[in-house]
């Protein structure tokens, strides 16, 4: 007997029906739980990183920026938001951070790598680690500032070489440089860095923003500064972002480009760092997340932000993917019910 010629047969037994009812009922609990087991957006990107971060280096002999720079940096920076990230996912990471002396030993990639900013990067992951309590001496975060005032500009800046006149996720730009260096010196150690912090500091306060990376590097460098001078730079700076997003929600590095990925999760970034939200801000951020949401890729990165774009890069996927996880982790407060 089929199926169709079940329900056709009389006389079925009254038993039956109740079973298929329940099966229908068990049915739609199950799918009502799997619904309302879907992980969210940070933690489909958490474990993609989670996933790609240990693989470089027994795929390829050395460490890299991407991956544990930009990647473990966010998985740190996921951790002490108190999100499940895996011991493996980080245990060589932390290992590599643990000796900043040993950093420009690392062949790195070749034809891509600059030790000068990756110097900057692993500082930044080494930073997070710290702060994760991943890695408990402190004495490893101050060699690692201490390695970066070679590469300071008298003018305070950090000139890496990206070729571009704007940043990527893996590239950073001078601006963005320049505020992960001095975050470094800071918390390494700010009164030995007195001199360079001033420095960094003062080149950021009189950079005038033309792309949202640089007034993204220029307020989160002087989120917890106030004077007359800085209020100013400050105000001008998040002028160019919220006058600078989409109707699509995202944000481009111009006022008038597409959107794209590693725009998005700056803008978010910085925003999330205001102390009093607007109206205004959090419906552009609700709106941003929601852009970063619609772009996520099944495997739970996001196609990397490349200038110009377009091109393809597994470095830049990564990064892009690492900074995209931490815009949604740093906003994660004003998702949707």
Avoid at 119 to 130: D, G, H, M, N
Avoid at 241 to 255: A, L, N
Wanted: charged content about 20%; hydrophobic content about 40%.
């Amino acid at each position: 007997m089929n199926f169709q010629q079940f329900f056709k047969a009389p006389k079925m037994p009254a038993l039956w029906g109740l079973v298929l009812l329940g099966g229908v009922g068990f049915f739609a609990a199950s799918s009502a739980h799997q619904s309302l087991a879907q992980p969210s957006p940070e933690e489909k990107a958490i474990n993609f990183l989670s996933r790609e971060v240990p693989r470089w280096r027994p795929e390829n002999g050395c460490f890299s920026c991407h991956n544990n720079g930009d990647g473990a940096r966010v998985l740190f920076v996921a951790r002490r938001h108190q999100y499940a990230v895996s011991e493996a996912a980080l245990t060589d990471t932390i290992d590599w951070l643990s000796r900043p002396l040993e950093w420009d030993e690392n062949k790195g990639e070749p034809g891509f790598s600059d030790k000068r900013l990756a110097r900057i990067q692993f500082a930044a992951s080494l930073l997070e680690a710290t702060r994760a309590e991943a890695i408990s001496d402190q004495e490893p975060l101050r060699s690692a500032a201490q390695t970066l005032l070679a590469h300071q500009a008298p003018d305070g800046s950090w000139p890496i070489d990206a070729g571009e006149q704007v940043g990527s996720p893996v590239t950073y730009g001078v601006p963005l440089a320049t505020w992960m260096a001095l975050r470094t010196l800071e918390v390494g150690d700010a009164v030995t860095f007195e001199n360079e912090i001033r420095l960094a500091r003062q080149w950021l306060i009189t950079l005038d923003p033309r792309s949202l990376p640089d007034a993204a590097a220029v307020l989160l460098a002087l989120t917890e500064r106030d004077s007359v001078e800085i209020n100013a730079r400050r105000e001008r700076a998040m002028s160019l972002i919220m006058e600078s997003q989409k109707q699509d929600g995202g944000w481009g590095p111009y006022r008038f480009s597409p959107s794209e990925v590693f725009d998005t999760a700056l803008a978010l970034i910085v925003l999330s760092q205001v102390t009093e939200v607007s109206d205004e801000q959090r419906q552009a951020i609700t709106q941003g997340r929601d852009y970063l949401a619609i772009t996520q890729l099944d495997s739970g990165g996001w196609i990397e932000t490349t200038r110009p774009s377009g091109a393809n890069s597994y470095a830049q996927h990564v990064s892009t993917s690492a900074w995209a996880t931490q815009a949604l982790i740093q906003t994660r407060q004003f998702a949707r019910n």
